[in-house]
């Protein structure tokens, strides 16, 4: 665990931290209904991951992550790109702190004990989360 306040000792951290240190960086807060399916404020973003953009010049748009960058802390969404000069579209980097989380993939096993282990349910099923999840009455 880092002590260090010294902003040159955080950035030496971010750039020379590990893989599984980096995935954890890269996480983003996830909608209010997955919220409180899952009793968990964040998750690490994944490929196939559905977000909404809450910061920035695309703010309120939302797509499928396509790709998630480990080495430079950036995640690209389906649909969100620009224009090259020669006229070819290329994708926008966006950091993950910036979206919203509103469909998880949970095909892979690693994912659904992370749920499992805060929300103590029997089992998540391996398909996708969705973001109109069931009400619970109010006590």
Do not use: C, F, W
């Not at 997955?34 to 909404?52: A, F, I, N």
């Not at 396509?66 to 690209?76: A, H, T």
């Not at 969100?80 to 949970?106: A, N, W």
């Amino acid at each position: 665990m880092m002590k260090s306040g010294k902003a040159r000792k955080q950035r030496k951290r971010l750039y020379n931290a590990p893989l599984h240190v980096r995935r954890k960086l890269l996480a983003a807060h996830l909608s209010k209904e997955l919220r409180q399916t899952y009793k968990r404020r964040s998750m690490p973003v994944r490929k196939g991951d559905e977000v909404q953009i809450m910061r920035g010049t695309h703010a309120g748009k939302t797509g499928k992550i396509s790709r998630v960058d480990m080495k430079g802390y950036k995640v690209y969404i389906e649909g969100i790109t620009d224009k090259r000069t020669v006229g070819t579209d290329v994708q926008i980097p966006i950091h993950p702190s910036k979206l919203k989380l509103t469909t998880l993939v949970l095909d892979d096993a690693l994912r659904r004990k992370v749920l499992q282990r805060k929300v103590q349910m029997p089992e998540v099923k391996a398909t996708q989360a969705k973001t109109a999840a069931p009400k619970t009455p109010a006590k």
